[in-house]
């Protein structure tokens, strides 16, 4: 009877110590469960309610009208007009005499040729200068030289011999296109200016360097008065 009683016991204990280890087991589970649970809670709501450090506001560069037309002059020329052009005629010649006083008879030669390119004009920037009115801070004294012609360039796609009448005792040469071509050169520069291409570069000019302050500062906040300078001064 004894001897049952003691097995009893020993399996009570027994019984006792694996519910304790169980409970043990379900706490350390709870424990490591809530240690995760928490470090991702705090990982995601500690950053929206944590104080944030006072920002440092980025530092802005002002412009001011001295630091704008600096840039203007560093762009050097400024091509603000261009004129397409064509020049046909005819060229003519013949062999003279010696005191060259008349044309040899059967010498003479022509060819008809077609010159075309553009002609470009413009401002140097380089030389521009600036003032800022005294009395009047919105208003900038613009000074620049007088427009120029900056390039003119052929067209040799389009440029060329149209027809030709060749002479065996004055043979069209290279020497006669080139010289016409120069012709043509001059011919179509002082054409330019005298159609007002240099005008048209000059008011250009000058709308593209008030676009330039406006789209710098607000619209209007700058007024600027052009003035050139004569050509035999520059």
């Known amino acids: 009877m004894e001897e049952a009683d003691e097995k009893t016991a020993k399996a009570r204990g027994t019984s006792h110590a694996r519910t304790i280890l169980r409970e043990w087991k379900i ?13 991702f809670l705090y990982a995601r709501i500690y950053p929206l309610v944590a104080p944030q450090p006072e920002q440092t506001q980025p530092t802005v560069q002002t ?7 600096s840039r203007v002059q560093e762009e050097g020329e400024l091509v603000s007009a261009s ?9 003519t010649d013949s062999n003279r005499d010696f005191l060259d006083l008349f044309d040899v008879p059967f010498t003479q030669k022509s060819f008809w040729y077609r010159y075309t390119g553009t002609i470009k004009a413009g401002v140097d920037l380089s030389t521009a200068e ?27 796609d389009k440029s060329g011999v149209l027809e030709e009448n060749n002479n065996i005792f004055n043979p069209i ?36 360097l008030t676009q330039i302050f406006n789209a710098a500062f607000e619209k209007d906040t700058y007024t600027l008065d052009f003035t050139h300078r004569d050509a035999e001064s520059e």
């Open 27 to 39: 706490w350390l589970v709870v424990l490591i469960v809530g240690a995760v649970l928490g470090a």
């Open 63 to 69: 412009l001011s009208p001295s630091v704008v037309f």
């Open 83 to 91: 004129q397409d052009y064509a020049i046909v005629d005819k060229v």
């Open 130 to 156: 600036f003032e800022q009115d005294e009395a009047d801070q919105s208003l900038l004294h613009v000074t620049l030289d007088q427009p120029y012609i900056i390039s003119n360039t052929p067209d040799m």
């Open 173 to 208: 040469t290279v020497e006669d296109s080139d010289a016409f071509r120069r012709q043509c050169v001059e011919r179509s520069e002082e054409e330019a200016v005298a159609g007002g291409l240099l005008d048209e570069a000059k008011t250009n000019a000058e709308g593209q």
